[in-house]
């Protein structure tokens, strides 16, 4: 059965480039919709970010890029510029990620899509959103996650603060930004009118970590350990992921550890008794993983009913039966490359190869009459 393609017939003027922009674009191809990207003549710098299958063709440049027609224009030329705003008057969608004021400056702002065009849906994807004292500043994923405090709950097993290892917050921004997207190109009632978006890297960050923030102002400004012992341990071999849920499965944590002791010892009882005595309750059971395998542990704690597993690479992952099973991950042609590309929940593989920079040029400026030179 194929999957329903809302946005079929929608034009999408992707004029972003990185990651958070991008990534909406993709997901806008993926529902059906035909997008656009418009790129500078030496391509969006997301084509030099990370390793390359081909040149200009990195991981990330053909993930966000896939079922995209890709442009190549001069937006600082008039004739770039008229290009633009030409297909910008015909777009149900116009996504752009520069820092605000940018494209004001350049005669492709809000006002001047507007004028063009009285139904255009035009998102504007930013660090610090459109308002406030930062608002021109840059922003990029690293310093997103240190400006938003992300990294202060993130930290390495010496309690300093460590970088998320994908571009998170560029990621998360482009799932809000496509949500945000979907709903303004179907408004419940009447006919649409011009909307601009405004979706942050900053906002993006706080939404996703809601919780933490509200814990942040319920203790006081305490960082907690989310259910300890909960967390990663180095077992003789390699890493081992422990969690839980409820306060009754330390007893069979403990158990499972050869620790039955601790089960009622009022310094490790509860959940807020081991976060009062993490260090010292940390440190034990170091030591002890440390005696044995990943796997032996994992076998131990799973037959008391504990949620722990040995740590995967993406080798392991991708060659798991049960990543096989549900297709979680299918070889596609990408274009420069054919590789394995999970899939997004609850759809069929969207299976679209990434254009090169400007592959579609010559056969877009005759479809709409673009005079590029």
Known sequence: ????????????????????????????????ARVIKVEPPAGDWIRNLGAAAAPGATAFSLYYNRGKESLTLDLKSRAGLDAALKLAAQADLLIESGRPGVTEKMGLGFEAVK?????????????????????????????????????????????????????????????????????????????????????????SAAALMAPKVLEWEITGGRVLSINPPAGIYMASDRHLALTLVREIEWAGICRALDREAWIDDPCFNSFAARNANYDEMRAAMEAIFATDTADVWSERLTAQGILARPVNDYGDWLSDPQ?????????????????????????????????????????LAEEFGLVLD
Do not use: W
């Open 115 to 203: 004028a063009l065009n009285p139904g255009i849906v035009y998102l504007t994807i930013s660090g610090f959103g459109l308002e406030g004292p930062r608002a021109p500043e840059p922003m990029v994923d690293t310093y997103a996650q240190a400006y938003t405090g992300m990294m202060s709950i993130t930290r390495d097993d010496r309690g300093q603060p460590v970088r998320f290892g994908q571009p998170l917050v560029d990621a998360v921004t482009g799932l809000y930004a496509a949500q945000a997207a979907l709903a303004a190109l179907f408004p419940t009632e009447g006919k649409r009118e011009a909307r601009r978006l405004d979706v942050s890297l900053v906002q």
């Open 1 to 32: 059965m194929s999957d329903a393609l809302p946005l079929k017939g929608r034009l999408v003027l992707d004029l972003s480039q990185g990651i958070a922009g991008p990534s909406c674009g993709m997901t806008m191809a993926e529902l059906g």
């Open 323 to 363: 990543v096989v099973a549900m297709r979680a991950s299918p070889v596609m042609d990408l274009g420069a490359a054919s590789l394995p590309v999970p899939r997004t929940p609850s759809r069929q593989p969207f299976d679209a190869p990434s254009p090169e920079a400007g592959q579609q040029t010559a056969a």
